[in-house]
């Protein structure tokens, strides 16, 4: 897959700073996602997410992971703080090389460019998305 | 009067809310979005005593701002972000709006922080926008 961004070097400390995460390399992709599971695991609207390489993801701390059957039928487990509850990372059992990184973590996100909003079937009126493309679900080849 | 319920994304933490929020409000601070892992938080906060909760919450203590200990809670199962409450306003309880089962009722009042809102986060321009408190 094309990078959209090639080198890229994010750090990040959970909320307590029991945790941390470090990521090194390109971005492949960067998109929202209104999926109700997305919802309540973030407490907002929707999830802010960007791909790296998992083999380019550094994580220290105590984490605990939580997983549940995806829409696609694939596994998607969220790695959270256990002191603190701040999602480090994600990942499906889809593409088991793909770290999902939640956006906000990072202080600087001025690198981050959504270019699609997937799950837009279950988007609450109430929030706001960029003028992006907008997909039912997943995005046809993503 | 209508009852508002949610739960978080395992079920093991579950609520109820009587009553109409005291306060609906969405912040890009810092803190707000690495909670979070967006561009921002929103919340409606209510009368403590108008809210029932069921399960037991983890939770995390923060210093705000202006000085006042936050005290966030989340399911210590999924990880889902649920309730905050701060010294400074001892009888409210914020509900993370994403928890509610039908969240339709919910529009921001105010929006905090935009100081720090990231451009690629758009927001309503028909709030009242504050850059910071």
Redesign the interface.
């Known amino acids: 897959m094309k990078p959209k961004l090639d080198t890229l070097e994010l750090e ?1 400390d ?3 700073g029991a945790a941390s995460i470090a990521v090194k390399g390109p971005i492949y992709g960067m998109f ?1 996602c209104c999926c109700p ?1 997305c ?10 997410v960007a791909i790296a390489d998992s083999d380019n993801v550094r994580l220290t701390g105590k984490l ?1 992971e ?1 997983s ?1 059957l995806a829409a696609s039928g694939a596994t998607f487990t ?1 790695h ?1 703080c ?6 480090l990372l994600g990942g499906t059992s889809r593409r088991t090389d793909a770290a999902l990184l ?4 990072f ?1 600087d ?2 690198w ?3 270019n699609q909003v997937i799950f837009h079937r279950s988007h ?8 992006i493309p907008k997909y039912e679900t997943y995005r046809e080849g993503l | 009067m209508s009852t508002k319920t949610g ?4 079920g093991a933490v579950h609520f109820e809310v009587t009553g109409e929020p005291l306060r609906m409000a969405q912040c890009h601070c ?2 707000c ?11 409606a906060f209510f009368k403590k005593s108008d809210v029932i909760i069921h399960g037991v919450t ?1 939770t ?1 203590d ?1 210093v705000s701002d202006k000085g006042n200990t936050r005290i ?1 809670h ?9 309730f905050s409450e701060n010294t400074a306003a001892p009888d409210a309880i914020g509900i ?4 509610f089962d039908d ?2 009722w ?3 009042q105010v929006i905090l922080y935009n100081a720090d809102r ?7 321009p028909s709030v009242d926008v504050h850059e910071f408190m």
């Open positions: 990040a959970c909320a307590c929202l599971d919802q309540l695991m973030t407490g907002s609207g929707h999830a802010s605990s939580f549940r969220r959270f256990a002191n603190c509850g701040t999602t939640p956006v906000g973590l202080r996100q001025s981050f460019a959504p609450q009126k109430w929030d706001i998305l960029p003028d | 739960h978080c994304h395992c810092n803190a979005r690495r909670i979070t892992g967006t561009g921002h938080n929103v919340q983890s995390h923060s966030r989340f399911c210590s199962v999924c990880g889902s972000r649920m993370a709006v994403g928890e969240s339709s919910f529009k921001p990231p451009a690629w986060d758009p927001i309503d």
